[in-house]
């Protein structure tokens, strides 16, 4: 918040509010974060020495994460239709909703890396292991703090007072977050798991 | 005198003022710079040659900056001192002309510079000409390894510290590295390049007329402990004493049945010396000598160590005292030096010294 | 008169000070705690410096062990970089730029103080690390793979990756928190083009930050990982690269020492039209230049790897770009003369430094163009040629760019002012000392002095420049007392400072000297770049504040301070024992949810 006289709707020089301009510039340097990671696994996956290499990924079973981890973008906008137009039930639901698809998605990554590692891939086999754990790994831990984000958000919106009259905005922003690290799977399934297969 | 006057009298003398102190980094610079062993301005070769040209041409463009903008900045310090009765321009927010002139002045100097730079770097980085020698220098921590090849690429010998070529003749230097990432330099005959672990880099020079003599390098990019103590020798020859030097250190190592000497072989195998460090004496001179294998020397090849003028990758001068210091403690002259303080005694420091004196 | 309310009511007077500093939420003193934590590490790191110079003052010395030396070299670029000109920077961000652009706080200022927090959580890990097993000692840029753990025994490297790692987040934050306030929170009537230049080199500096930590903290996680989890990022055996690490490194580092000078550009920005009594001389070059410094600066990394075998076209793309980029930092050094011209030059001790700052920076800048050429770059790189190109714009720039930011804003903050005999003598003597310490390393470069070496041999003719240039270091170590002498006598006089005691145009000259809590009574109307004077040519006069104004401020909390001990123990865990992380994990949560939930009216 944000100190100022004693409006309640603060005026911007952009006309955005800060929180919400904070996340925009926020997942700019995220944008940064996920690219030097991706280049890295381009620059390495054909580097290996030994041990597996993209044959190992198990493309059909991943397509399904990846179609849930997009459904949840599509129940994250229904949350954020809900709250824009003061269907707080609506709101609530597709919230749970997100929160369960991401955690399904999360299942089936943990599932991929347990089952890789059983077939001789770890983060110290070779260079593709590494780079393909470290770039995947890390985007599931965005996926699991967008779980504990919206989880909060969700839990604030049940108690008694709600989140209060800036729900909209919350839920937008927590949409924002929640969108980019959808895009940034798209980008990785494509790059990682699709491109290779064909 | 009157206020044109002193003007005048302020700008010319900031001018003469700064051209003095210009002059007096030049001598500085110049002078004091060119005899030094490791001199960046004395170029012995093609190469450096052309790299030094481009120098020469980028020193005076910064020079003549400097000389304006050091002017500049004196001569409106002392004329713009408040003064009373001088009001400030507070109309002046800017000048659109002089702002592109002095936009397109700069991109022109670097025009100026950029154009030679780029056929300078074009050449020098280029293949070596044809018939080039062929040398792999290895850097180790801390320590430098020459390996010579024959025209098919076939391994001729290695030596460490002291590299021989000859003069007016192309050479092309393979870098590799046995660890981390080390570089190869003799100012008066190439500019730096790394030596990659993992890559092939490589670089070429070739001297020029009469530029025989000693020339001193060192390792420029920092390796670790002993960064400081890892230096080598280029040795620019006439081609006989270029060849009769390939020709010693092509033979085996020499064979000496002196009673000292043979008590050296005896601590240098009980220590297991033999075991970092190879010499290759003949079959028919020494049948029960063990060589190690030549793939991954630990240690810098002894062989020939008396042929060369240092010790301890080119940081001592090959003496019986300086010997006598590196055996007895090589950490405590190369800090985290992998030989180690092996405890031996004078006596058979004595003996050791003895057997390498005996390596020509 | 207005009144200001602490959320907590009137129960603050019975707070203790700690109590009230560790739990703040205003700008300004979150401004002061960087400052002076900041300047602490300067002061430490110049210590690094001075034994550095005792040691290569001689042929080989015996000052200091090579292991010892190592460690030096490598924290005291680290220090200074990461913990002294950062945050010195930060700290007149964090006192400014609300009031600059006339606002009240940054945007968030709990996050504001958890930058901080985090600061300094981070500093003291990297610094800790002297005394426990060793400072790294790979140098700043930490090459693999000479940092790999084969090669780098001991824990050193690890301190490097988790402290660097944590003061990554702590400057993200902050860059992020202030964009935000920039952009966003502006008086009404400042446009872009009418903030101050030195708000925008703020803004620049700030995405820097925001879009080149991410390229490090991925470097440095790969550099853990190949350190304690078996990966081989960086092992060529394994099918690793050390050129990763170079790339990615600089693609950070560069930028990096972008960030490092263009606070001091704002700085001589402001401070130079104030004391020659006109305004600045082409404002918007001077922010067009700024800005595509910015942008090119993320387009030149790779100058820093001309000698790696690096390829031709490459090489010679990246000299080219170089080059380039010293036309716009021309551009604004003419400007800034240009301003002087035509003025009535009011030599202050702050004018002294940024007139200074022109002189030295051009002869940084001069050298720095002169390498931007990989032909001459191949007989400089790694030499103290390059060592002298760095103090030159880091010292002569950075550094002095701050110094007169320090005199200039010193009565603003304190309502004191540092006396400016005392100043014109640390001036002088920092002036002598510091050309006299770095001038002689381009001569030692031209003679082929290596740089990083613990010790060097006599016969190569290094030993009197070397001489000199440890007197020099000398010197500047006195003028540093001579001004911290300044300072302890200053604060003991009374605060009297006017508002304006410069006549400057910024709007932080127009509220007292320091500041009310809420910063401004009244925000004065804006209508150019420099709105007090040009409010006062057009008469239009800032009104009283009305009777009974009620300014609400945000209410301190301690739970930043909470969630930086929480990140501190995560990475001290990471450090020893990995129990610790567990503990620090537990403890961020509670103070992200005590964040969460507490009230901000």
Same mark, same amino acid.
């Given at each position: ?6 409006e309640?709707?603060?005026?911007t020089?952009?006309g955005?509010?800060?929180?919400k301009l904070?996340?925009w510039?926020f997942?700019a340097s995220?944008?940064l974060f996920f690219g ?12 290996s ?5 993209t044959?190992?990924f198990a493309?059909e079973?991943t397509s ?8 949840s973008?599509?129940?994250?906008v229904l949350?954020?239709y809900?709250?824009q ?6 709101m609530k639901?597709?919230?749970l909703c997100?929160?369960?698809?991401g955690l399904v998605f999360?299942g ?5 890396f347990?089952?890789?590692?059983s077939e ?11 780079s393909?754990y470290?770039?995947t ?9 967008g ?16 989140i209060?009259k ?5 839920i ?7 969108h ?15 491109i290779?297969?064909? | 005198m009157?206020g044109r006057?002193?003007?005048?009298v302020l700008?010319?003398?900031s001018f ?14 110049d ?12 170029p012995?070769s ?10 020469v ?10 000389v304006?903008?050091m002017?500049?900045t ?16 507070r109309?002046i ?8 002139l002095?936009?397109i002045?700069?991109i022109?100097i ?8 780029f056929?300078a770097?074009l ?8 018939g080039a020698?062929?040398?792999?220098a ?9 390996t010579?090849? #024959? %025209?098919?690429? &076939?391994?001729l $010998?290695r030596?460490?510290n002291e590299?021989h070529?000859p003069v007016?003749?192309? /050479? *092309?230097?393979?870098?590799v590295s ?6 190869f330099?003799?100012?008066a005959?190439?500019g730096?390049k790394?030596?990659?672990p993992?890559?092939?880099?490589r670089?070429?020079f ?5 530029t ?5 390098g060192?390792?420029?990019e920092?390796?670790? #402990? %002993?960064?400081? &103590?890892?230096? $080598?020798r280029?040795f ?5 004493d270029?060849?009769?030097? /390939? *020709? ?7 064979w000496?049945?002196?009673?000292l ?10 220590k ?5 460090h190879q010499v290759?004496?003949s ?5 029960d000598?063990?060589?190690p294998p030549?793939?991954?020397?630990i240690?810098?090849n002894?062989?020939?160590?008396a042929?060369?003028?240092t ?10 005292? *300086?010997l006598?210091s590196?055996?007895k ?7 985290g ?6 405890e031996?005694?004078?006596?058979e420091?004595?003996k050791l010294i003895?057997m ?5 | 008169?207005?009144t ?6 009137a ?8 109590w ?5 939420v ?5 401004g002061?705690m960087?400052?002076i ?5 300067f002061?430490i790191?110049?210590l690094t ?7 290569l ?7 200091l062990?090579?292991?010892?030396y ?6 005291h ?8 000109i950062m ?13 600059q652009?006339?606002a ?6 709990r996050l504001?103080?958890l930058?901080?927090?985090?600061f ?7 610094f800790s690390?002297?005394?426990l097993?060793g400072?790294?000692?790979?140098g700043w840029f930490?090459?693999?793979?000479l ?28 860059s ?6 920039i ?9 872009m083009?009418?903030l101050p230049?030195?708000m925008?080199m703020?803004l620049?500096v ?8 991410p390229?490090?903290?991925v ?12 990966t081989?990022?960086?092992t060529p055996e ?11 490194f ?9 960030v490092?000078?263009?606070p001091?550009?704002g700085?001589?920005?402001?401070v130079?039209p104030?004391?020659?009594r ?11 230049a700024g ?11 790779a100058?820093?790897?001309f000698?790696t075998?690096l390829?031709t ?7 080219a ?7 716009p ?17 009011r ?11 022109i002189?030295?920076?051009?002869i940084?800048g001069?050298s720095?163009v ?8 191949s007989?400089h790189?790694?030499?103290?040629f ?7 714009v880091?010292f002569?720039?950075?550094?002095m760019?701050?110094?007169s930011g ?8 304190t ?15 920092m002036?002598?000392g510091?050309?006299?310490t ?6 030692l ?7 990083r ?8 003719g ?6 000199v240039?440890?007197?020099?270091s ?13 300072v302890?006598?200053t ?10 005691p410069?006549d ?16 401004f ?8 770049s420099?709105?007090?004077w040009?409010?006062r040519e ?13 300014i609400h401020?945000p209410p ?5 301070l909470i969630?930086?001990?929480g990140?501190g ?9 990995l129990?610790?992380v567990?503990?620090?994990?537990a403890?961020?949560?509670y103070g992200?949810?005590g ?7």
């Amino acid at each position: 918040m944000s100190a100022a006289t004693h409006e309640t709707e603060h005026h911007t020089s952009l006309g955005v509010d800060n929180r919400k301009l904070l996340m925009w510039i926020f997942l700019a340097s995220e944008c940064l974060f996920f690219g030097s990671l991706l280049s890295t696994y381009l620059i390495f996956k054909g580097e290996s020495l030994s041990g597996p290499g993209t044959d190992i990924f198990a493309f059909e079973i991943t397509s399904i994460s990846t179609f849930v981890l997009l459904m949840s973008s599509l129940s994250m906008v229904l949350a954020v239709y809900g709250a824009q137009h003061g269907q707080l039930g609506l709101m609530k639901l597709m919230l749970l909703c997100t929160i369960l698809l991401g955690l399904v998605f999360l299942g089936f990554q943990v599932y991929e890396f347990k089952t890789f590692a059983s077939e001789g891939l770890t983060l110290s086999t070779n260079q593709f292991g590494a780079s393909f754990y470290i770039l995947t790994g890390f985007h599931g831990c965005h996926v699991g703090v967008g779980v504990l984000y919206l989880s909060s958000l969700l839990v604030s919106s049940v108690r008694r007072n709600g989140i209060g009259k800036e729900t909209p905005l919350y839920i937008d922003i927590g949409g924002l977050y929640w969108h980019f690290v959808d895009i940034v799977w798209i980008v990785l399934f494509t790059v990682v798991y699709l491109i290779p297969a064909y | 005198m009157t206020g044109r006057s002193r003007q005048i009298v302020l700008v010319v003398a900031s001018f003469v003022a700064v051209a003095f102190v210009s002059w007096l980094i030049f001598i500085a610079f110049d002078g004091a710079a060119i005899d030094k062993r490791m001199s960046t301005l004395n170029p012995l070769s093609d190469q450096a040659q052309e790299y030094h040209d481009v120098y020469v041409l980028v020193w005076w463009l910064s020079g003549a900056v400097f000389v304006v903008i050091m002017a500049a900045t004196l001569i409106l310090s002392i004329h713009y001192r408040e003064r009373p009765g001088v009001e400030p321009r507070r109309d002046i927010h800017g000048n659109t002309r002089l702002e592109i002139l002095w936009t397109i002045i700069p991109i022109v100097i670097v025009l100026i510079m950029v154009v030679p730079t780029f056929d300078a770097v074009l050449s020098v980085e280029g293949d070596a000409e044809e018939g080039a020698l062929e040398v792999t220098a290895t850097g180790h921590q801390w320590w430098f390894e020459f390996t010579y090849h #024959d %025209s098919d690429g &076939n391994e001729l $010998f290695r030596t460490a510290n002291e590299m021989h070529v000859p003069v007016e003749q192309a /050479v *092309n230097v393979s870098l590799v590295s046995n660890d981390v990432i080390h570089a190869f330099w003799v100012p008066a005959l190439f500019g730096k390049k790394d030596m990659m672990p993992g890559h092939n880099n490589r670089l070429w020079f070739k001297s020029k007329p009469g530029t025989e003599g000693m020339h001193y390098g060192q390792c420029v990019e920092y390796c670790g #402990d %002993s960064h400081a &103590n890892m230096r $080598f020798r280029i040795f620019v020859e006439s081609p006989a004493d270029y060849d009769a030097w /390939v *020709n010693n250190q092509i033979a085996k190592a020499k064979w000496s049945d002196d009673e000292l000497v043979n008590a050296g072989r005896e601590v240098f195998v009980a220590k297991a010396c033999n075991s970092c460090h190879q010499v290759e004496y003949s079959k028919s001179d020494a049948p029960d000598w063990l060589v190690p294998p030549t793939v991954a020397a630990i240690g810098p090849n002894l062989s020939h160590l008396a042929s060369r003028t240092t010790i301890a990758s080119a940081l001592l001068d090959r003496d019986e005292s *300086n010997l006598r210091s590196w055996l007895k403690n090589p950490p405590g002259i190369k800090p985290g030096s992998r030989m180690p303080n092996l405890e031996l005694t004078d006596d058979e420091i004595t003996k050791l010294i003895a057997m390498l004196d005996s390596l020509e | 008169m207005a009144t200001a309310t602490d959320g907590v009511g009137a129960v603050q007077a019975e707070q203790s000070k700690v109590w009230e500093w560790l739990t703040t939420v205003d700008h300004k003193k979150i401004g002061t705690m960087y400052g002076i934590t900041g300047f602490t590490y300067f002061l430490i790191s110049g210590l690094t410096a001075l034994a550095i110079r005792t040691q290569l003052a001689v042929p080989n010395g015996n000052v200091l062990s090579a292991e010892l030396y190592n460690q030096f070299f490598t924290m005291h670029a680290l220090m200074m970089i990461f913990l002294a000109i950062m945050p010195m920077g930060a700290s007149f961000f964090n006192y400014f730029i609300p009031l600059q652009i006339g606002a009240r706080d940054v945007a968030f200022p709990r996050l504001n103080a958890l930058s901080y927090w985090v600061f300094l959580s981070g500093s003291l890990i990297l610094f800790s690390s002297f005394f426990l097993g060793g400072a790294p000692d790979a140098g700043w840029f930490a090459y693999a793979p000479l940092t790999d753990a084969k090669y780098s025994v001991g824990s050193g490297l690890d301190f490097y990756c988790v402290g660097l790692i944590i003061l990554g987040l702590s400057s993200l934050m902050a860059s992020l928190n202030f964009a935000v306030t920039i952009l966003n929170m502006r008086a009404p009537g400042m446009t872009m083009m009418r903030l101050p230049v030195y708000m925008w080199m703020t803004l620049v500096v700030s995405f820097l930050l925001i879009l080149s930590l991410p390229i490090v903290t991925v470097a440095l996680v790969m550099l853990y990982f190949d350190r304690n989890f078996t990966t081989n990022f960086f092992t060529p055996e394994a099918g690793g690269d050390p050129i990763l690490w170079q790339h990615l490194f600089w693609l950070f580092g560069h930028p990096e020492v972008y960030v490092l000078i263009l606070p001091s550009m704002g700085i001589v920005s402001e401070v130079i039209p104030v004391f020659s009594r006109k305004p600045l001389f082409g404002y918007s070059a001077i922010v067009f230049a700024g800005a595509s410094i910015g942008v090119l600066g993320f387009g030149v990394w790779a100058h820093h790897m001309f000698t790696t075998g690096l390829g031709t076209v490459p090489a010679l793309v990246f000299s080219a770009t170089t080059m380039g980029i010293g036309v716009p930092t021309g551009v604004k050094i003419f400007n800034w003369l240009s301003t002087m011209y035509g003025g009535s030059i009011r030599f202050t001790t702050s004018m002294y430094f940024a007139v200074a700052f022109i002189a030295m920076f051009t002869i940084g800048g001069i050298s720095g163009v002169m390498h931007a050429s990989p032909a001459v770059d191949s007989q400089h790189q790694d030499t103290y040629f390059v060592v002298a190109h760095i103090h030159y714009v880091l010292f002569g720039g950075a550094i002095m760019g701050i110094f007169s930011g320090i005199f200039y804003w010193w009565p603003k903050m304190t309502g004191r002012f540092l006396s400016e005999t005392s100043g014109k003598w640390s001036f002088w003597v920092m002036f002598a000392g510091m050309n006299l310490t770095f001038f002689p390393m381009h001569f030692l470069g031209v003679s082929g002095m290596p740089r990083r070496i613990y010790t060097y041999d006599e016969g190569f003719g290094w030993d009197d420049w070397n001489m000199v240039a440890t007197i020099g270091s000398y010197l500047i170590g006195v003028s540093i007392l001579i001004f911290l002498i300044n300072v302890f006598r200053t604060m003991r006089q009374p605060a009297t400072a006017p508002d304006n005691p410069w006549d400057a145009p910024t709007l932080e000259w127009a509220t007292s000297s320091p500041p009310p809590e809420h910063d401004f009574d009244v925000v004065p109307e804006v209508h150019s770049s420099i709105p007090l004077w040009t409010n006062r040519e057009m008469g239009i006069v800032t009104p009283e504040a009305p009777e009974g104004l009620h300014i609400h401020l945000p209410p301190s909390s301690y739970m930043p301070l909470i969630l930086a001990i929480g990140v501190g123990l995560i990475g001290v865990g990471l450090l020893s024992h990995l129990a610790l992380v567990g503990i620090g994990v537990a403890i961020a949560t509670y103070g992200v949810w005590g964040w969460s939930i507490e009230p901000t009216d």
